[in-house]
């Protein structure tokens, strides 16, 4: 399904710019509540809250990798270089292991000039779409679905 062009410009208008962080909770424990990605320049910080509230770096952060637009869900992390995606199995720390990357622009009709921008789940976490920004051609933006 595409969107048409106005309404995903008034979508990305809603979207902090970079970096960007992922945040989720899990169910509250005392060692780890929820984990906080932040991503920049290829690396990915990834932080731990406990339910005390003191936020302290997870051990190996920050982890090399595709870094933009990081979103994530209970068990996996995604994120992009543009061009390709990323997804990131997470440890029960926080840790982050890569685990696949795959061509973003795939079902692109016209690859060259585009790129992938925002990533985003679906409210199941099963789908993750990205928005693909130059589809085909200038002011021709859509989301794919993987």
């Known amino acids: 399904m595409r969107i048409p062009a106005i309404a995903l ?23 780890h509540a929820a984990s906080i990605y932040v991503g920049v320049n290829g690396k990915i910080f990834a932080y731990s809250l406990p339910s005390n509230g003191a936020v302290a770096a997870v051990s190996g952060s920050p982890f090399t990798g595709l870094s933009g637009n990081v979103i994530g869900d209970a068990t996996h992390l995604y994120a992009t270089d543009g061009t390709k995606i990323a ?33 985003t789940l679906d409210r199941t976490n099963s789908t993750l779409y990205a928005g693909e920004l130059e589809f085909n051609g200038a002011d021709d933006n859509a989301f794919a679905a993987f």
């Open 9 to 31: 410009t008034t979508l990305l208008s809603c979207i902090p710019a970079f970096p960007q962080a992922a945040t989720s909770t899990k169910a509250q424990t005392a060692s």
């Open 87 to 119: 997804t990131y199995m997470r440890s029960a720390n926080g840790g982050l292991a890569m685990k696949s990357t795959i061509n973003g622009l795939t079902h692109n009709e016209t690859p060259q000039g585009s790129y992938v921008g925002v990533l």
